[in-house]
């Protein structure tokens, strides 16, 4: 690889000051930075911090993190096309290649949108192009239906990396978390796009290729839908009874493993957790985050079991964990480094209350069981409050021990 960094550094003086494509030079960084290590190292000798650790080392541990969930979500939109349209004993290779077809698009455009925004933003402010859209640019689409239309994947990224990330200074200096105001975008300007049968990839016609009992709901809105006098369980059974083939999609052991219809990337709690694993032993995410998370969703989740009046506030708080996105929105989005609470104690905080939300929100806006997602971002603008009177607490407790 030595003759081609060699070929990359003769190039270099165009791109520096002075030479003729100098306002490219990010550009040029950026792509010599993502291929090689940097020409400016520490030297042997003296007294220096060395850590194995810098932001493309923490941004691809993040991607690695991300991966099962991918190769998982994958494999979930083929097979759910084909148990869908009534062939579940479809061969795995199909199922792969209805998956990869479906799902690599929509990474690309992602990808593809989000690079052309962050190497614009660069050149004109002339700022280094940072590796933080690698995770970014690899969340978006895990959060998307499997039928999104593509160019709804660009305009989302590009409304989300420049509202979201740039105006308010670029990598680091995000309130909200960029890849659910990605989502939250679509949501709100596209609603009937992100919603209904879209969870399920049917190819072309749609809804007609669909068997018997199909409806195209995810467990969440049938949780929700449940009507009083019955418990979601039954719900959750009857909803899929008549549907050839897919009698217990709606099992707990099918949603805690993710064979249910959803997001590309958000379907497994099982995929979530072993991400999980990585970051927390990498020290990448805050576990005091993820923990808290899921306590207040229990916690939530207990006092509607108190106090509950319809079949969704009855529902057991643990099936809270593996439904919908929260297992995905609480190991990758609320530990966003950037967007949530900096401090240990502001952590704990800032998790519960994710965690709570979340049920919250579920429970109490029929038009959007799904609660994740509001949650994090409602937090993200809180985070810095929690994290301010956290210090000022800290720093009250020290005045009080001085002695004048």
Same mark, same amino acid.
């Given at each position: ?22 306002? $490219? ?14 020409? =400016? ?12 650790i ?16 991918l190769?998982?979500g ?25 998956g ?65 990330k ?25 609603? =009937? ?35 009083v ?22 099992s $707990? ?30 020290g ?43 297992? $995905? ?16 104690t ?29 949650a994090?971002?409602?937090? #993200? ?6 994290? $301010?009177?956290?210090?000022?607490? #800290?720093? #009250? ?8």
């Amino acid at each position: 690889m030595k003759f081609l960094h060699d070929i990359l550094e003769k190039q270099k003086p165009m791109f520096e000051k002075g030479g003729k494509l100098e306002k $490219f030079y990010y550009l040029f960084e950026a792509g010599e930075s993502f291929a090689f290590t940097p020409p =400016t190292t520490t030297p042997a000798k003296g007294a220096h911090i060395r850590d194995a650790i810098d932001l493309k080392r923490m941004m691809m541990t993040v991607v690695i993190a991300m991966v099962p969930a991918l190769l998982f979500g994958i494999w979930n939109v083929g097979y759910q096309h084909f148990l869908a349209t009534g062939n579940p004993d479809a061969a795995l290779l199909d199922i792969i290649m209805v998956g990869t077809i479906q799902v690599l698009p929509i990474v690309i455009v992602a990808y593809t949108a989000g690079g052309i925004v962050e190497v614009i933003f660069g050149i004109i402010r002339k700022h280094p192009i940072n590796e933080g859209f690698l995770v970014t640019g690899l969340l978006i689409p895990l959060v998307m239906p499997p039928d999104i239309p593509l160019w709804q994947v660009a305009l989302a990224t590009v409304f989300a990396v420049v509202i979201a990330k740039e105006a308010f200074g670029g990598t680091g200096m995000n309130i909200l978390n960029v890849a659910l105001t990605a989502r939250a975008f679509l949501y709100f300007a596209y609603p =009937t796009d992100i919603s209904g049968t879209v969870w399920t990839y049917l190819g072309e016609g749609g809804a007609k290729n669909a068997v018997d009992g199909y409806t195209g709901a995810t467990a969440l809105s049938i949780a929700a839908e449940a009507p009083v006098g019955t418990s979601v369980d039954t719900a959750l059974q009857s909803a899929t009874s008549g549907w050839a083939g897919a009698e217990s999609l709606f099992s $707990f052991n099918n949603m805690l493993i993710g064979v249910i219809p959803g997001s590309i990337g958000e379907t497994s709690a099982l995929m979530a957790l072993l991400g999980a694993i990585i970051l927390i032993v990498a020290g990448v995410a805050s576990w005091k985050i993820m923990v808290s998370g899921v306590v207040g969703a229990l916690v939530m989740g207990l006092i509607f079991n108190l106090a509950g009046s319809t079949p969704f506030m009855q529902m057991m708080p643990h099936y809270h964990l593996i439904m919908g996105g929260f297992a $995905f929105g609480i190991v990758f989005m609320a530990t966003d480094p950037v967007s949530a609470a900096q401090t240990e104690t502001g952590k704990w905080v800032y998790g519960f209350f994710i965690g709570l939300l979340t049920v919250l929100i579920r429970v109490f806006n029929p038009a959007y069981p799904e609660g994740i997602m509001l949650a994090i971002l409602l937090m #993200n603008v809180f985070a810095p409050l929690i994290d $301010f009177y956290v210090i000022q607490a #800290n720093k #009250n407790r020290r005045l009080k021990r001085i002695h004048v």
